[in-house]
């Protein structure tokens, strides 16, 4: 690499890193838009414990029908689906063990209120379909001995807003009893009326049998109004789950917490990053240079994947993942670091070919530790609890990005500083061997060569 070219690779790198920097932390109106842009660095999803929040924990009521576990599981995957639905991307739907019984535990950031998360999942209900022959028939309320044709729970898969005829409509699913038993209700009645625990959500007139499982729930008081749509299609789903929840513990949580960690750990990662660029630079000099302005390049990467990888969702944990991966990151540095000092204390080699054939010679070492600490993190990301796949998922994004810089981005750098200098071992922190240290080292390797009968 000649030097104009090293000095072009250099600005384009110091370019790269005042830009992404900026973009981290500045927030301004993009011109003839109605948006904003907002830097990178403030968008990262935070988690539960660093956002607040609502944490609602709802008892599974046991009933004696079917394999419990398993439609508590069906539940879970159908309440995760909601809140996705309804843009709570960053919310957890988790299962939990209470004695004998089984409880789901709702976690939703960034919402003020408990009755919030309440109403966005429809407050858990026993929703129930009675067939009749006129629109008021059945009365507001449930009769005792009025013949329950459908049962959500039981019956139904799902309901959504889907459109039909250019207006919105409520869809509904479903399983395969319950196609059975809605399709007999529809060809003997000509009313549904729909109850949710016991009394009466809603009328629906009957326009022909309906074989197929699927069927479309048309109003003109939300033909026009997504919104309202919506909540009919939520009530409808809440009593949908394959079990009967009943709300117990609901809390709102404070970000107090998260705002005190998020800025200690800022603190904390400033002053570690920032002794990391003095050691590097004392120990290593034009190595360490190299290295410093990697690992910047490392952060910056590394915080601007936490914004727009979808599943990442910080929190303490994760916070711990990032610095972890941080050290890692200069850990690979110094492998390589030490052993381009041994190449050219012990050979005759310049500069240059010492930097090659360390590079070279320490990627075994670095691919096998990092490998290792990878399985470990995917095996986590996969088992682990709702906490623990946050510093997983952290973890696992730091160490791929840290491979990428210790590589790539310190040898790119290290290859544009030789053009410059490619003599000086004080610049690079380099020297060659003393006479009796060489001695020394041509004696041990003589010595373990005679023990292991190979030398003639």
Not at 158 to 186: P, Y
Not at 426 to 451: C, D, N, P, W
Request: include cysteine.
């Amino acid at each position: 690499m000649n030097l104009k070219k090293s000095i072009v690779i250099l600005t384009v790198v110091a370019v790269f890193i005042i830009l992404m920097a900026v973009f981290a932390l500045v927030s301004f109106p993009i011109a003839d838009t109605v948006y904003d842009y907002h830097g990178y660095a403030t968008t990262i999803k935070l988690g539960l414990d660093l956002s607040g929040g609502v944490s609602a924990v709802f008892d599974v009521q046991p009933d004696g029908y079917g394999d419990l576990e398993t439609r508590v599981d069906g539940t879970v995957t159908s309440l995760q689906d909601m809140l996705v639905s309804e843009g709570y991307t960053e919310a957890v739907v988790t299962k939990t063990r209470r004695g004998d019984n089984f409880a789901i535990r709702v976690e939703v950031p960034d919402v003020n209120n408990a009755d919030d998360v309440l109403d966005l999942i429809g407050r858990p209900a026993k929703l129930q379909f009675v067939g009749a022959t006129s629109a008021g028939e059945v009365g507001s309320a449930l009769p005792a001995d009025a013949v329950v044709a459908v049962e959500g729970g039981r019956h139904l898969s799902s309901a959504f807003v889907t459109m039909q005829n250019g207006d919105f409509a409520v869809g509904l699913e479903f399983n395969e009893e319950g196609t059975k038993a809605f399709a007999d209700l529809t060809s003997n009645y000509s009313y549904v009326h729909i109850y949710i625990n016991g009394e009466l959500f809603s009328n629906v007139q009957v326009q022909s049998e309906i074989s197929d499982g699927r069927a479309i729930i048309t109003s003109e008081s939300w033909a026009e109004d997504y919104n309202a749509a919506s909540e009919f299609a939520t009530q409808l789903q809440a009593g949908a789950f394959g079990v009967t929840l009943s709300a117990g513990e609901v809390r709102n949580i404070s970000p107090s917490l998260g705002d005190d960690a998020v800025r200690v750990a800022i603190i904390a990662g400033a002053i570690g990053v920032g002794l990391i660029f003095i050691f590097m630079a004392v120990m290593y000099r034009g190595l360490g240079l190299a290295a410093d302005i990697a690992l910047v390049v490392y952060i910056l990467l590394l915080v601007w994947f936490c914004s727009v990888l979808p599943w990442v969702q910080l929190t303490l944990p994760g916070i711990a993942g990032l610095l972890l991966s941080i050290g890692m990151a200069v850990d690979a540095n110094i492998i390589i670091f030490e052993r381009i000092r041994d190449e050219y204390r012990h050979s005759s080699k310049p500069i240059p070919s010492a930097i090659k054939t360390g590079f070279k010679r320490s990627f075994a070492a670095i691919l096998d530790g990092n490998v290792t600490t990878l399985i470990g993190a995917v095996v986590l990301w996969i088992i682990g609890s709702a906490s623990i796949v946050g510093f997983a998922v952290t973890l696992f994004i730091g160490i791929i990005l840290s491979m990428f810089t210790a590589l790539v981005v310190t040898r790119l750098l290290i290859k544009c500083l030789l053009p410059i200098n490619s003599t000086s071992e004080r610049f690079y922190g380099l020297r060659r061997a003393k006479e009796g240290e060489h001695k020394e080292e041509q004696s041990f390797i003589r010595t373990e060569a005679v023990k292991g009968g190979d030398v003639k």
